[in-house]
């Protein structure tokens, strides 16, 4: 029997920032509407709702130095040296963010050359096949880039292929809107790698959508809320609760149709890594999924939570979860080989997408 190629997770790393933001230190904040008007909810009162609401009880912010390359470097370097990889047998880097790199204090961006690239030149890669990109796809981007290095694999061009996610979202987030608390910065790093087997293993399947029509604008970029500044500078702007409702009604159908891509079950499945930008509406999702399946009550574990310490890194968030997780610094959770997972992202575009995973 002739075995077949498959796509492997042979190596993890990842870049959580020093610098700890408290829900508290919010407290000094002035936040307006998106009219205009100041929010004049006592600021102890719409912090602890933020809390009730997200589980967000802090975040992490980037060194006023650094840059998202830089931290897309770090993860990148953590995880070459921590699995012992040869950087010059890679076939490509492909690097997922959103926003380029976004200097301390100026919101303008820097995209060229690639971040990409820029990781290459760092990690001081001298084969010119390491051919790297950027990957443009709001929060699902780093697992769009799993995808897309996935068919690089299959195919037989490539043998090794890194995939990125960072983000320093704190550069892009208006100090006035109170949805600046969700966001967070970090890296995260993977290598896949090609593996023949003559039975499914690694990546088994994926399923992604991009709904443009009706909710393109549930993330988009705009001025700042405060009507005093007159500032050019654009930040990241969301509305939250149609975002948790399109989510709500479309991530459950896409996940489901991973594992059924897959001919799996949800019985089969051990984890469900989740990108994390509301710890609510993640609980909805998970319960909506196993309702699915006409199961009532979601099985223990199964989704992962670091948002409460880490908030919402956009792209980075899933490969940090799945590093911290394999490098036992997730208490109470692991994988071991065998296991099952579904990776699940949703994001600005209005992009979602899930991948079906077995542990090897």
Known sequence: MQNNIYSIIKATGSYIPGNIVKNEDFIQSDFYNSDGSIID?????????????TNISERRY??????????????????????????????????AHNFGDVKFGDSRTDMVPSLAARVKYNLKIQNPNTV???????????????????????????????VIGAEALSRISDPHDRDSMIYSDGAGAVILESMESDEPIGFLSHSSRSDTIEHANLLWMNKTYNPALDS??????????????YALNTVPLVVKDS???????????????????????DEAIIQRIFSLYNKSKVSEGIMPMIIEKLGNSSVATI??????????????HCLNPGDNIVFASVGAGTNINAVTYKMV
């Open 62 to 95: 980037i060194d006023n130095n650094l840059v998202t390359s830089d931290i897309a470097f770090f993860a990148a370097d953590e995880c070459l040296k921590s699995s012992g990889i040869d950087p010059e047998t890679l076939d490509y880097i492909i690097l």
């Open 41 to 53: 909810t006592p600021k102890e009162e719409l912090i602890l709702k933020f809390k009730k609401i």
């Open 259 to 281: 594992i059924e891509k897959a001919h799996l079950t949800l019985d089969d499945i051990k984890k469900v890594l989740i990108h994390q930008a509301n710890e609510k509406m």
């Open 232 to 245: 050019e500078s654009l930040y990241l702007k969301m509305n939250g609760r149609k975002l948790y409702e």
């Open 132 to 162: 790297c990109y950027d990957v443009i796809f709001g929060c699902p981007g780093w697992l769009q880039s799993v995808i897309q290095a996935n068919y690089f694999i299959k195919s037989g061009d490539a043998k090794r292929v890194m």
């Open 319 to 332: 490969p940090i979860l799945l590093d911290l997780i394999l490098k036992d610094k997730l208490d109470s």
